[in-house]
């Protein structure tokens, strides 16, 4: 079944404890990227890859990291958390010449 | 990315069609209307997308005005489990960024 995976899918934490949250897909899209979303914010992107060892930042980066070592996997890293990265986070992939975004489940993050 | 403007929140009976408007009127020529649904808290899900023709596929139908600055999206026999925020995205294709807007809040009534 072609899907996008997230780990963990619930994760409580404390303030400036190093902590990654793991992204996988399985359909060998090129383009992928992460997501956060808050009440009355919508949804924003936060970076993206446009293949392996490519990313670059999106509406919202500062505190996050990422990397592409592999083109399955698309890690989120958050060095040092904070209350304000609390969020429900989403990771998504496409095709380069895909026009549909497959999203994963969902990770809701709370930083105390 | 063209901004989008929806309503905020629309009822509807089960069983019937739900109509859900999409106010785009900067959109530029090689933009594409893209629809999308979150339920509840899940990841966003694709719905389907035109340029200029109307398109229709089993979930959905996508009707573009003339002018292309509209659009509607129609699912024509709603049910409880379409009950969801519907998000009206206008992008060029292979843009790095969806912009999600608030979206439309969609009630399926029994």
């Known amino acids: 079944e072609a899907q996008v995976t997230q780990n963990p899918r619930y994760l409580i934490t404390v303030t400036g404890k190093k902590l990654t949250v793991t992204c996988s897909q399985n359909?060998?899209?090129?383009?992928m990227s992460w997501y956060r979303q808050d009440p009355g914010l919508g949804l924003r992107q936060i970076y993206y890859?446009?293949?392996?060892?490519?990313?670059d930042k999106g509406d919202v980066p500062e505190g996050y990291k990422v990397s592409r070592k592999e083109k399955r996997n698309f890690p989120l890293i958050l060095e040092s958390p904070s209350p304000n990265q609390t969020s429900l986070y989403f990771c998504?992939?496409?095709?380069?010449?895909?026009?549909?975004?497959?999203f994963g489940p969902g990770t809701r993050l709370t930083v105390t | 990315d063209a901004k989008t403007t929806q309503p905020t929140s629309m009822d509807c009976a089960e069983g019937r069609a739900a109509n859900l408007p999409c106010n785009h009127s900067?959109?530029?020529?090689?933009?594409?209307v893209y629809w999308y649904r979150q339920i509840h808290s899940q990841g966003p899900q694709y719905i389907i997308h035109?340029?200029?023709n109307n398109e229709t596929n089993e979930m959905a139908s996508l009707i573009i005005t003339e002018d292309r600055k509209s659009s509607t999206l129609i699912l024509p026999h709603a049910t409880l489990r379409d009950t969801a925020v519907y998000y009206c995205?206008?992008?060029?294709?292979?843009?790095?960024?969806?912009?999600f807007g608030p979206g439309t809040r969609l009630s399926v009534l029994p």
């Open positions: 998504a992939s496409r095709a380069q010449a895909g026009y549909e975004q497959y």
């Open positions: 995205i206008v992008r060029v294709p292979y843009g790095q960024n969806f912009v």
């Open positions: 890859s446009m293949n392996v060892e490519v990313t």
């Open positions: 900067t959109i530029s020529g090689n933009e594409y």
């Open positions: 035109g340029l200029k």
């Open positions: 359909m060998n899209h090129e383009y």
